[in-house]
């Protein structure tokens, strides 16, 4: 059985950093690409950044958090990271890792076979 379990959400003020992670266990975590989700009340899941499976050579990010959020992966821990720096108020949301058993980076949230339960990050000013 698959669990993901994301952790290191919180409040944290604009212009801050926080790292999220996401533990995974029950697959086989080098052959999964990467995904984070977030979701903001009252709107839909937006794609926030991916990172392909095995060395992790290839990323992706919306284009609202590049140059800002950073992504990526420790195979040895079964552990996929978020680094967000220069957070801004309308980054508030509950962030979701998400995993595909695919080659490249899939950015869209119905490619994802995996999900965990979500962290919730708070910016405030």
């Known amino acids: 059985q698959v669990h993901m379990d994301e952790s290191g959400g919180g409040l944290v003020q604009a212009g801050g950093s926080l790292r999220i992670s996401c533990a995974t266990s029950?697959?086989?975590?080098?052959?999964?690409?990467m995904g984070w989700f977030r979701q903001a009340p009252g709107k839909e899941r937006e794609f926030v950044a991916a990172i392909s499976w095995s060395s992790g050579r290839s990323t992706q990010y919306a284009d609202s958090v590049k140059g800002r959020f950073t992504v990526s992966r420790d195979n040895a821990k079964n552990t996929v990271y978020l680094q967000m720096n220069s957070l801004k108020l309308e980054n508030t949301a509950v962030y979701y890792c998400?995993?595909?058993?695919?080659?490249?980076?899939?950015?869209?949230?119905?490619?994802?076979?995996?999900w965990g339960q979500g962290t919730q990050v708070t910016v405030s000013s």
């Open positions: 998400a995993a595909r058993q695919a080659v490249g980076v899939p950015t869209q949230d119905w490619e994802y076979d995996h």
């Open positions: 029950g697959l086989n975590f080098n052959n999964y690409a």
